[in-house]
């Protein structure tokens, strides 16, 4: 396995833009997450899923923000419409019930809203 | 509310001494305990955890963490530091009978050769 693939790698966009960020987790894991890093709050868990449904999304920051997860392979982080304060890295992290805690993470996406 | 701290911005340390990053935790019952290590430019990987048991877990690369449930603590140690040891450590807990996994600020390890 590949690990948990996310794109793009790099996203620059201007103000008011809808951006989205994609993820592939790990096949057969059961959890997917969606973590936002930035130098001022370190590492945020904005939602996650079991089974392709949200579990907690009350790290969403606001409703500008959505994710989805339309099957086992793959979900989306769209943030509409984007401003500067939303530029961070975005990580997406997949693992099992089994593995509680063993997450393994994407490379990140590295999102500047200018 | 349930957190996680990691008092510590940056730990410097000379290669070849013992290093120390420190890790406290705020949870109701009894948490599942990590840490992960970033490298620049990369995702987060594991580096060991406590379920229950021996207080003193041994992970990759040499590291191990010990808890002490009294001081709600969960320090990361390695013997003898490398400086390829240097990165950013994060601790994190999964609270009792959830399956988040919630994460401290980060100490950033500089290891001076």
């Known amino acids: 396995d590949a690990g948990v693939i996310q794109s793009p790698r790099h996203e620059v966009t201007e103000m008011g833009q809808e951006v989205t960020l994609r993820c592939k987790p790990i096949s057969g894991h059961d959890y997917l997450f969606w973590y936002r890093q930035t130098m001022m709050r370190g590492l945020e868990l904005l939602i996650y899923f079991n089974n392709n449904v949200p579990i907690d999304d009350s790290g969403m920051p606001e409703d500008r923000f959505s994710a989805k997860m339309p099957n086992a392979s793959f979900s989306t982080l769209k943030i509409q419409p984007s401003e500067p304060r939303d530029s961070a890295v975005y990580f997406c992290?997949?693992?099992?019930?089994?593995?509680?805690?063993?997450?393994?993470f994407g490379q990140g996406t590295r999102l500047t809203v200018v | 509310a349930q957190s996680v701290a990691q008092p510590e911005d940056q730990v410097n340390v000379a290669e070849g001494n013992p290093l120390t990053v420190k890790c406290t935790y705020s949870?109701?019952?009894?948490?599942?305990l990590f840490w992960y290590v970033q490298y620049p430019n990369r995702g987060l990987q594991f580096l060991l955890k406590?379920?229950?048991?021996?207080?003193l877990v041994k992970g990759s690369y040499g590291f191990e963490a010990e808890f002490n449930k009294s001081q709600t603590s969960f320090h990361l140690k390695k013997p003898s530091a490398l400086v390829s040891d240097s990165a950013l450590y994060f601790c994190?807990?999964?609270?009792?009978?959830?399956?988040?996994?919630?994460f401290g600020t980060g100490t950033r390890l500089q290891v001076f050769p």
């Open positions: 994190a807990v999964s609270p009792y009978n959830t399956d988040k996994l919630i």
């Open positions: 406590y379920i229950t048991g021996d207080n």
């Open positions: 992290a997949s693992t099992n019930k089994t593995d509680q805690g063993f997450a393994f």
């Open positions: 949870v109701s019952g009894n948490p599942y």
